[in-house]
């Protein structure tokens, strides 16, 4: 993920009685308009889980840890060549190709082994991580030294980690002498902590990946006594707020400090940056939200999870928490952050030049050129000139499709009480370009991690519990399994290309 926003999204929702209060009319308004009904569940059928030695996972996340992949620069390929010669090792066909000088993308594909397989499943990694500040570090962030349960490593939950588990998965699954009924596809692509090259040029360097009938993710994990010790919530990232990064631009005549005018580029400038920085957004609850809030607050329970869970209610009675809550308010709004800017270069000298870029976050109920029309009727100055340098829309799938009535049929097998909830992702992942091309795509981590844990993700320490690597490779290679043999469709047939916002 290129930011980590998750685990901020999911504590704030942990928090307790403030979050959501409502009282006695509420009571009666959940009992007038009914919660949404129960979610569906698909036990795990198929044939039997494959065997794994769950040893292997650790010290394969350990040598990818030490691979030390980070993006800046992008040194991928040495992570590329583990998991080439891991799969080659176990007789799995792979191909490389390059998405930058120097770095390289990889896919391996192992073909179904009935008469008239299904479509493929795709497995998506990223092979790059954000930089580390040893200094900030209790242990070295690209040793992978395991100290009691804990695997210290930059890349061990974001997502080196869940690379190791979908590599030993389809290793699992390749030497299974169990049916496939679809092929299973794994791409590991470069660049997702920057700008997503890796991805994007994945899917033209092999435009089979468009035929996948589903895709699974980074973006979202079992979440450990999320609302209540002793309980989980497996958290299943289904949507992502869309993107409109863009600069303004303005010129004017350059001249003495000692003579300001109004067209000033600085201050013509400044006039539009406050016009965007002072913009009012509404509070807007997008279908994802909506779901999001029901599942979580079913989760929850309480009054403030049945609140949670009658949409026309939290409009009126989450309102003011939503917009006190950072984590909250970006799942809400269309947000504008200011993040670089230009101008001078002489304390008495008024420049010709100046610009500002801002970074727009968009919800689905808008599209990036809408909301780029929008800013300008505010700026309403022709003088000034708006660039968009990068904007995609939100984007989702569904958020009931069946394969993830199957991950609550895993959920239900779990020792510890474990509930699913679809998550709106105030970040983004590679998801968006597959979702883009119509795979449905579901940020699916299977492991089993704390707030605290998550946390970590980008910052100092990350770390993954061994006990829980190795229980998360057990859990999806039974998941997946199920999902390769399940007979029936993955994600709804009135909607083979997921449900893409625009
Ligand atoms: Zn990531």
């Known amino acids: ?25 509420a009571w009666v308004l959940v009992a007038g308009l009914g919660c949404a009904g129960a979610p569906d569940v698909r036990p795990l059928t198929g044939p039997a889980a494959p065997t794994i030695d769950p040893d292997n996972v650790v010290v394969l996340l350990q040598e990818l840890i030490r691979a030390a992949p980070q993006n800046p620069p992008g040194a991928e390929n040495q992570v590329v060549q583990l998991v080439e010669t891991r799969a080659q090792f176990a007789g799995i066909e792979t191909e490389r190709a390059p998405f930058a000088k120097g770095r390289d993308n990889i896919l391996l594909r192992l073909p179904a082994t009935v008469d008239k397989p299904g479509r493929p499943i795709l497995l998506v990694a990223h092979s790059d991580v954000v930089p580390a500040n040893p200094d900030e570090w209790s242990a070295p962030p690209f040793a992978a030294e395991v100290r009691g349960d804990e695997l210290y490593g930059r890349g061990s939950l974001d997502m080196l980690g869940m690379l190791a588990l979908d590599l030993e998965a389809v290793v699992a699954l390749a030497q299974s002498s169990a049916p496939r009924h679809r092929p299973v596809w794994f791409v590991v692509a470069g660049d997702e902590e920057v700008d997503g090259l890796g991805m994007q040029a994945a899917l033209t360097t092999w435009p089979a990946l468009r035929e996948a009938e589903v895709a699974f993710n980074e973006g979202a994990m079992v979440v450990q006594d999320l609302f209540h010790p002793g309980e989980d919530v497996w958290t299943v990232a289904v949507a992502e707020r869309g993107l409109m990064q863009f600069t303004l631009t303005t010129t004017g005549e350059s001249g003495h400090g000692s003579r300001p005018g109004p067209d000033d580029a600085p201050a013509r400038l400044t006039r539009a940056m406050q016009s965007v920085l002072a913009r009012e957004d509404p509070l807007t609850l997008t279908d994802e939200t909506r779901v999001m809030f029901a599942e979580m607050g ?62 727009c976050r968009i919800l689905s109920s808008v599209t990036p050129g809408g909301f780029r029309d929008e800013l300008l009727l505010l ?8 660039t968009v340098d990068q904007a995609f829309p939100a984007n989702g799938s569904a958020p009931d499709a069946p394969v993830l009535a199957m991950v609550r049929g895993a959920a239900a097998d779990e020792p510890t009480p474990t509930s699913l909830a679809p998550l709106l992702s105030p970040g983004t992942t590679d998801s968006r370009f597959l979702r883009r091309v119509g795979v449905p795509s579901y940020g699916l981590v299977p492991i089993r ?26 859990r999806w ?16 047939p009135a909607d083979p290309a997921g449900s893409q916002q625009q």
Request: charged letters at 25%.
């Open 1 to 25: 993920m290129t930011s980590h926003a998750l685990g901020m999204t999911l504590k704030e929702l942990r928090r307790p009685a403030e979050f959501f209060l409502g009282g006695m009319f």
């Open 298 to 359: 079913r989760a929850r329970g309480g009054v403030s999870g049945l609140l949670m869970q009658v949409p026309p209610l939290l409009g009126v009675f989450g309102a003011s928490s939503l917009e006190e809550n950072p984590a909250m308010r970006v799942l809400v709004h269309n947000t504008c952050a200011l993040t670089m800017m230009d101008a001078g270069y002489k304390r008495n000298v008024i420049p010709d030049r100046a610009s500002a870029t801002f970074d």
């Open 379 to 386: 700026i309403d100055d022709p003088k000034v000139t708006l």
């Open 449 to 474: 991690a704390t707030l605290e844990e998550i946390a970590a993700i980008h910052g100092k320490d990350e770390r993954v519990r061994v006990s829980e690597l190795k229980r998360a490779v057990v």
């Open 477 to 492: 290679v039974r998941l997946l399994t199920a999902i390769v043999n399940e007979p029936g469709p993955l994600v709804a």
